[in-house]
């Protein structure tokens, strides 16, 4: 496997399990906070594990008792499902069942999981190669629920999602905000709308360049080491538009003040910029300072659009590409 792309896979893998330590301790934090009862069970079931280890210290033969620690689970599982939440919600948290978010399978015989093979075969297809259009995108493939906290089903906001990216790609150079911002989890579609509006934009004859931020920090730094000048196109493009902001690898003084001064330069020539992202707006902040994420964020010039639902990757990747 390509090297860069062995790289990026794995940076993703340990986003998620960062996000799924955050999900975890936020839902402990959560059940502290709004049910005291299963909280209170939780509690008794630590100091009870604690007296194990003290007992056991104190007389090898010590056995810890497994049918009181099943008894206990099975308190807090059945106190969790009163409260109104499923019982698994304490348990850990990940994407993918078989490899636990590691993209590894197996304790023995240790193999990659589907999951790292199929966005590494994803990755491998760039762009350019791939024909996603406005015309093939179907919004079908997204399922007709509401997601958390929103009115309208996943469907019915793609739907208009794609409406906006499709005005943006039809309308530039007048399309107003110039720039626009697309974040939220991965597997939202939201790559796949960023090379639609690259091809529309294309076929209308104008010159935009789709790269990811992990080839944005190679040809800078190849640049800025002298081996090869490759920055013009994303300076120059009539549109950049940037996949994967995140996923470049953050290298100290040097990945902010490149992202920074290209933003800068291209804001002040006019020139249009389309980023997608699957870190949300405080994991913007934190890994690019608050003075590049308020330029990203500026809302008089960038249109910010968050993209919630459910993964349809897993389920509809080939629907997507191949309907
Ligand atoms: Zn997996």
């Not at 793609?158 to 974040?183: F, G, I, T, V």
Request: charged share 35%; net charge neutral; hydrophobic share 35%.
């Amino acid at each position: 496997m390509d090297r860069r792309i062995r790289d990026q896979l794995n940076e993703e893998y340990r986003l998620q399990r960062e996000r799924n330590a955050a999900e975890e301790q936020r839902r402990r934090e959560e059940i502290r906070t709004s049910a005291p009862r299963v909280w209170t069970l939780i509690t008794q079931r630590q100091d009870m594990i604690e007296r194990f280890c003290r007992q056991a210290l104190a007389d090898g033969a010590f056995q810890p008792s497994e049918a009181a620690l099943r008894e206990a689970n099975a308190a807090i599982r059945d106190a969790l499902v009163q409260a109104g939440y499923p019982e698994t919600y304490l348990e850990p948290v990940f994407r993918c069942e078989k490899c636990r978010d590691t993209g590894i399978m197996g304790d023995t015989v240790r193999q990659e999981c589907d999951c790292w093979r199929r966005r590494a075969f994803e990755l491998a297809n760039t762009v350019g190669q791939r024909d996603e259009s406005f015309e093939r995108f179907d919004e079908n493939v997204f399922p007709e629920t509401v997601p958390k906290g929103r009115t309208i089903t996943q469907r019915e906001e793609m739907r208009r999602l794609r409406a906006y990216c499709e005005a943006y790609a039809n309308r530039y150079p007048e399309q107003r905000p110039r720039d626009m911002l697309l974040y939220g989890a991965s597997g939202l579609g939201k790559s796949y709308l960023l090379h639609c509006v690259a091809r529309r934009l294309q076929e209308r004859g104008f010159q935009a360049e789709l790269i990811s931020a992990y080839d944005v920090i190679r040809v800078m730094r190849d640049a800025y080491f002298g081996r090869e000048d490759d920055t013009q196109r994303l300076y120059d493009a009539d549109v950049l538009l940037i996949d994967d902001l995140g996923m470049e690898p953050m290298m100290e003084n040097i990945t902010i003040e490149q992202l920074f001064q290209l933003v800068n330069v291209r804001r002040s020539r006019e020139l249009p910029m389309v980023f997608s992202t699957n870190l949300d707006t405080e994991e913007i902040r934190q890994r690019y300072t608050e003075r590049l994420a308020s330029r990203l964020f500026d809302r008089t010039l960038c249109q910010v659009i968050r993209v919630v639902g459910e993964d349809i990757r897993q389920k509809s990747h080939s629907a997507l590409r191949e309907q």
